[in-house]
């Protein structure tokens, strides 16, 4: 592994105040009847659905602190990383990034936030950053450890300007037709980040490049490679079948924590 | 309790069980309570279903590991292909989705029927008076007795019919209080969530693929304590066991007096 970008930066507190004003505490969301952190914006039916809940509601009382998720040592990083479902998408706009080496490639920032406007790769490799090594824990049942380096994604919506009242999901497409969101709980956490580096180096086409999102504490399918765009919204509604989320409109549960 | 006198026994005519519905001195001892056998029947359709939808999880990765670290290619500890089955194969015939979502959804009706039975079994005592083995039960030979009459397939004798024997104790207490614990443990130490909030769980277990792969074993355990469990119940008499555990009542018939 090289060394040459172990920088790490702690997120400004002043960047992530506002943010996290946006985010009821768990024990003020308990008194207040607020139960977006302990529940999934679409509850599904029956007794799927109510363990839906209990397990969202224990695992985010028991996140209340929000701790991170374990960090390892460079001696835990694994020879290969896994390259899963896609690792090229076949899309021509992003191939033709790919062979300019996304020197014009942007990401819009849209929806509730002050300054709506589009990213550079270089804009968001200036923003303060962060490098983990954690553990990737895919779904299916695999899991491998790397260092992921990549800007926290509430330095980036601070960066266009903070959110505004009423944001309650950050919407992330990509390349690829997949979209999914995630709460405000997870996007003021330290470790979610939009990582453009992986063991030192670029990230690579296999792992989303040029940015893809780590949510350390939720399972890999919530982890989307090859981002397009960021919308911070109030509902999710008006996305595919509504539920959230690709995974989710297909069957999977839209918390991906367990 | 006391004893309820017999009754003409229509189910042992439907059945064909002459003996039972001759027998002239029978006798209905109550052996199962309510909640037991609540309890019970909740538990086979949640551990069924936790069983299915593991097996699915499963088929969709077959392969485990250990320590933190397990992925397709790295050094694996077993792996289904060499038993036969292709990944392609495994990956036929399990469904994730479908085994995720039962899987977490039967969890809980698990836990909190499990939680219900333990608090209720040690308020009122059922643990102590029907599942703690007495000292003398755990005499070496009284369990090398108990252990032999296993092997060669002997039905308990009737003194014994309505009460635990000490092996049988022995392996319900282990299942409820060390076994389960056990599942549930391995089970979060494989989500990131939990394990952000509870790190120890990777300690405790060695690694998440660790913790995969002891739950692996565990699934094992379980399927062969089910098998057991089913043939001692068909060892023990089948009608009267599976009926004592939904009426309560077993029969006890004059004829083995």
Redesign the interface.
Known sequence: MSANSNRMVRPRRVSRRRLLASVPALGGALATGCSDVFRPPVIRGG??G???V??MST?RW??ADQ????E?ERS?I???F?TWGQTNPSDEEYQRHLREGFRDWRLPVSGLVERPQSFSLNDIKQLPSRTQIT?H?????????AEWTGAPLSQLLEAAGGVKPGARYVVLDTVDRWYESIDMFEVVHPQTILAYGLNGGELPVGNGAPLRLRV????GYKNLKFLKSIQVVDSIAAFGRGTGGLNSD????WY??? | MGQHMARPCRLCKILMMPKLARSVDRTWLPLHSYNVRVCHWINVIAAGYLLLSGIH??L??PELYWG???????PAIFKLSDWGLSWDEAGALGN??WG???H??F???FLINGLIYVGWSLRTGHVRARLWPGREELAPANLGENFRDHLRWREPKRAQATSYGVLQKISYLLLIFVFVPVMLLTG?A??????????WL?DLFGG??SA?TLHSIGTVIFVVFVVVHILEVLLAGAVNRVRSMITGRFLVTGEEK
């Not at chain 1, 701790?67 to 374990?70: C, F, I, S, V």
């Not at chain 1, 350390?216 to 399972?219: A, I, K, L």
């Not at chain 1, 297909?250 to 549960?253: A, C, K, L, T």
């Not at chain 2, 494989?190 to 790190?199: R, Y």
């Open positions: 007794l799927i109510a363990a839906d209990l397990t695992s028991l996140l701790p991170l998720a374990r390892f835990d694994a020879p290969d896994p553990a824990v895919c779904e299916q049942g695999w899991s491998a450890i350390e504490r939720q399972c297909f069957g999977f549960h991906g924590g367990v | 999880i499963f969709d990765f933190n670290t397990g992925y397709q290619g790295y994730r989705m995720r979502n039962y977490f959804t969890a809980w009706v979060l494989q989500s990131p969530a939990f394990t952000a909030a509870w790190p990777l998440r693929q995969r």
